[in-house]
């Protein structure tokens, strides 16, 4: 389906792709609180070739662009400019500047996914089945306006002992 037959909407899906505990954390002192290589390879291989939104502080938290990818840097500085990323002061900006993507992800932090929320088609939801410390956390979101098309259940010994689901969710 073409963007004209959508009605002019933009072309690409708008996900939002994170990983989560059971009380919602998503990261302690700019941090994730775990290590998970699965979902790291997750991660990469659901974003390769598309654009990733993300604010400031989680750009800081990464330190680089990834590679195969384009990365959106959303800050209220308008005078802030990092090599190799695209710069947008809100979230509709950003947006814009990833035209003609077919899907397009919001990576974090808690701000952005909660202006996103509203706009997403997909949520790709990392569940780590335990609650952990932290500081930061996904906002809520009313399960009512979502359905269920995938989940993995998922387990690991190393680097931490861990039980989570790989959920796909997709709006109704």
Same mark, same amino acid.
């Given at each position: ?18 990983? /989560?505990? !059971?009380?919602?954390?998503?990261? @302690?002192?700019?941090? $994730? *609180?775990? +290590? ?5 390879? #997750? ?10 939104? /993300?604010? !400031?502080?989680?750009?800081?938290? @990464?330190?680089?662009? $990834? *590679?195969? +990818? ?5 800050? #209220?500085?308008?005078t802030l400019k990092i090599e190799g990323c695209i710069m ?85």
């Amino acid at each position: 389906m073409t963007s004209n037959e959508r009605g002019g909407k933009m072309k690409g899906k708008l996900a939002i792709i994170v990983a /989560m505990a !059971r009380n919602r954390t998503i990261g @302690i002192n700019n941090t $994730l *609180p775990w +290590r998970i290589p699965a979902d790291l390879k #997750r991660f990469k291989s659901l974003t390769m070739g598309h654009h990733l939104i /993300m604010g !400031r502080k989680t750009f800081d938290s @990464i330190g680089k662009p $990834l *590679p195969g +990818r384009t990365t959106v840097v959303v800050t #209220r500085n308008d005078t802030l400019k990092i090599e190799g990323c695209i710069m947008a002061y809100s979230l509709e900006e950003a947006i814009k500047a990833c035209a003609g993507d077919d899907e397009i992800f919001i990576v974090g932090g808690a701000e952005l996914y909660a202006l996103a929320m509203p706009l997403v088609d997909t949520i790709y939801l990392t569940k780590i089945r335990q609650d952990v410390a932290g500081d930061t956390h996904f906002p809520e979101f009313d399960k009512k306006q979502w359905q269920e098309l995938a989940r993995e259940q998922c387990s690991q010994e190393t680097p931490q002992a861990l039980e989570y689901n790989f959920i796909t969710y997709g709006r109704k």
